[in-house]
């Protein structure tokens, strides 16, 4: 099942549960508006070269539509419609005052120079600049993005509308970033864990983690939880697998990476097959890389007790299934990974206010707001006897159900 379709069957279960008008249900689910742009650029060879891009606007029913920008080679229409669907609710499931969208540019980032990026950044912004905004949609990095490439849309876009650092978030701090934005998404997986663990009378001290992916998420991830005492036996990236089960250093292995380009070569732990990753023995299993990688071939094997998503739709619905009857818990991408979108409302917040906060108190209305969010889901979970990922959707969809019916929509 692709993502788009998983993410609406997870939306029309959500909707069966709170039991929504069948018109509201469908005007919740169509997006506000789809764009599929042309980009095309000189390349430092002189040739032209042509890219699509997409920016998908789901819904603008709680405030200013948000979510990220990935240049990535898979970047299709159901990809970018699915993710900007997850915005809406992971939004709404965090309660900052925003809407949901996704963009993105089918691309591979890593066979383009820096010049050729900035160029095929400003075009892609040269296409979208009036449909994008500080109180209309307002992106962020993704998967082949970062603070560089918020930094080229701010002074494109500022080209047309003047100086407006709120209108992307992610941002470098020198241009209006905020601190402790690079480390959210990852810190937010933390704080979701230890609310999770709490449930059950546990922490995260002498639990064993193995994390799939050790990009910026997962990297954070895995060393703020060995920090809080957790022992992190395996992780992956693109270029292998590594396994200690005393415990990886974290520490070494992030300058390893940093200096390899890839965690390959590591000599704190032993190789071991990156398929096999997702069932290791562990108690808790983050997967932090690409969609669909827990599916019905390997959900059976997979011999943890608790799965934190920090990956956008990590797990398909026929896993779900074998994964529940098993008794394993899984907390849902939607509240696991909304560390990220989370700070990023506190960036526009302060870009808007024109004041700046220090970091500790980043993290800690961070931790204030995740701690939060999981309370809320499960409350939910007990209203609606479901599970959290149901608890999740059920939670987001019914705030934003809520604010479009308050708004003035009518059957």
Request: charged share 20%; glycine share 10%; proline share 4%.
């Amino acid at each position: 099942m692709n993502a788009l379709a998983a993410t609406s069957r997870n939306f029309k279960q959500s909707a069966k549960l709170l039991g929504l008008d069948s018109k509201l249900e469908k005007s919740l689910l169509i997006p506000f508006r789809e764009i599929k742009v042309e980009c095309t650029i000189p390349k430092d060879d002189g040739t032209l070269a042509s890219y699509v891009g997409f920016r998908v606007q789901h819904d603008n029913a709680r405030g200013p539509m948000k979510g990220g920008i990935r240049y990535h080679q898979e970047v299709d229409p159901d990809e970018v419609n699915a993710l900007a669907q997850l915005m809406t609710w992971k939004t709404a499931v965090a309660n900052i005052p925003y809407g949901g969208a996704k963009g993105g540019i089918g691309c591979s980032p890593g066979d383009l120079s820096k010049s050729e990026l900035e160029r095929l950044t400003r075009v892609f912004t040269q296409k979208i600049h009036d449909l994008i905004g500080i109180h209309t949609d307002v992106p962020a990095p993704d998967m082949g993005t970062n603070s560089q490439t918020m930094a080229w849309i701010l002074d494109e876009y500022s080209k047309f509308h003047g100086y407006s650092p709120a209108v992307v978030t992610g941002k470098p701090v020198d241009l209006g970033g905020s601190l402790g934005r690079d480390a959210a998404t990852g810190r937010g997986v933390l704080f979701a864990t230890e609310a999770l663990l709490a449930e059950h009378g546990k922490g995260i001290a002498g639990q064993r983690f193995v994390i799939q992916g050790f990009g910026n998420v997962g990297s954070w991830a895995a060393q703020l939880i060995r920090e809080a005492g957790g022992k992190v036996i395996a992780v992956s990236d693109v270029t292998g697998a590594i396994k200690n089960v005393n415990g990886l250093d974290i520490a070494q292995l992030m300058k390893h990476s940093s200096e390899n380009r890839g965690i390959k070569g590591f000599h704190g732990g032993d190789a071991i097959d990156p398929s096999a990753l997702l069932t290791e023995e562990c108690d808790v299993l983050i997967p932090a890389a690409l969609g669909g990688v827990i599916n019905k071939d390997n959900a059976n094997d997979i011999k943890a007790k608790y799965i934190i998503e920090a990956a956008n739709h990590p797990t398909d619905p026929e896993a779900d299934e074998i994964l529940s009857k098993k008794g394993v818990l899984i907390l849902p991408d939607i509240l696991a990974n909304s560390g990220g979108v989370t700070v990023s409302y506190f960036e526009w917040v302060q870009n808007i206010q024109g004041f700046m906060w220090d970091e500790e108190k980043v993290n800690a209305e961070l931790r204030t707001y995740m701690t939060r969010a999981f309370g809320d889901v499960k409350q939910m979970c007990r209203s609606h006897n479901c599970d959290l990922r149901m608890g999740a959707f059920t939670l987001g969809v019914n705030r934003v159900a809520r604010a479009t019916v308050l708004r003035g929509w009518e059957a």
